[in-house]
């Protein structure tokens, strides 16, 4: 999985620990997510969706071989 | 490279073990000589990781006041973080090795000046390893965690972790307990050899050894099987 979620972070002025506090996680899982490491369940993954008003798919990448 | 030079100390110490038991000798790493050199070690390290951990507990304190934003904020919660976990390994170690230290003494008669001090080592590296977590809430303020006192609080604690925090936990754990196997299963077989060659019986601790290992693995495969 790719992800877009540290660039679209910026572009709407957040911190980890802000997109953190507004998704209502840990820092630790949006670094996570960020350097690739974890895939997001479907909850976290639409609550960052709505944050970033971006659809799911394009904040995290699937590759065709992983779907 | 790493693999190697472990396999060489390995290999060595079974090497010294066959050699030293091969002309029919037999030999004692006798600690009683310097049981008080011991004992006066590990408790100077045990105050030195209690000293770290208050530090620690001060710096926590000191930065969790401080006001940032931006990507400091980022910076700022991440070392509140290292500072909390370096304070909690320092009184865990802290206290494990005050305990080694009051066990040598009970077991080789020290004098009670010693025997004292040892002691309230121990009694302070506890009530800071009992205390740590409390610390917690300067790292993560606007959670409510629960007592450290509650009887549940490492399930509440565990409960209260979102997936990120579990992935974390679940890589260390799963770390630690394959090493924890690997090392409890080399130190049953160094206490046979050692029991065979200086014919001084390790049996007891082999036995607890291998109970430890064996409720390891029954909690978890139990676990994983029932799911």
Redesign the interface.
């Known amino acids: 999985m790719k992800t877009r979620l540290k660039e679209l972070r910026a572009r709407h002025g957040l ?4 997109l953190a ?1 507004l998704a209502k ?9 960020e350097r690739e ?2 895939i ?2 479907l909850l ?1 993954a639409v609550r960052i969706s709505k944050i970033l008003q971006e659809p799911v798919d394009e904040i995290f990448i699937f590759e065709e071989g992983e779907l | 490279m790493k693999k190697f030079i472990v396999s060489l100390f390995i290999g060595g110490i079974v090497g010294w073990f066959i050699a030293s038991g091969a002309d029919g000798s037999s030999f004692t790493l006798s600690l009683y000589s310097i049981a008080f050199e011991i004992s006066v070690l590990f408790s100077a390290i045990s105050l030195l990781l209690i000293g770290m951990s208050f530090v620690n507990i001060v710096k926590l304190k000191s930065l969790a006041s401080k006001e940032v934003t931006g990507d400091e904020e980022d910076v700022k919660e991440d070392r509140l973080y290292k500072l909390f976990s370096d304070m909690t390994l320092a009184s865990t170690v802290s206290v494990i090795l005050s305990i080694v230290a009051f066990a040598v003494i009970a077991i080789t008669d020290q004098s009670i000046v010693l025997t004292i001090i040892v002691a309230a080592t121990a009694f302070a590296a506890a009530m800071i390893n009992y205390r740590s977590p409390s610390y917690m809430k300067y790292v993560h303020p606007e959670r409510d965690f629960p007592s450290v006192n509650d009887k549940e609080y490492a399930k509440k604690l565990f409960d209260m972790s979102d997936e990120g925090e579990r992935h974390i936990m679940l890589q260390g754990l799963y770390k630690s307990f394959t090493i924890g196997n690997a090392l409890l299963l080399f130190a049953m077989i160094g206490c046979v050899f050692y029991s065979v060659y200086s014919n001084e019986s390790q049996l007891f601790s082999i036995i607890v050894m291998a109970l430890i290992l064996i409720v390891m693995n029954m909690q978890y495969m139990l676990k994983v099987r029932n799911r």
């Open positions: 911190n980890q620990t802000e506090k996680v840990s820092r630790q899982t949006i670094s996570l997510l490491e974890l997001p369940s976290i």
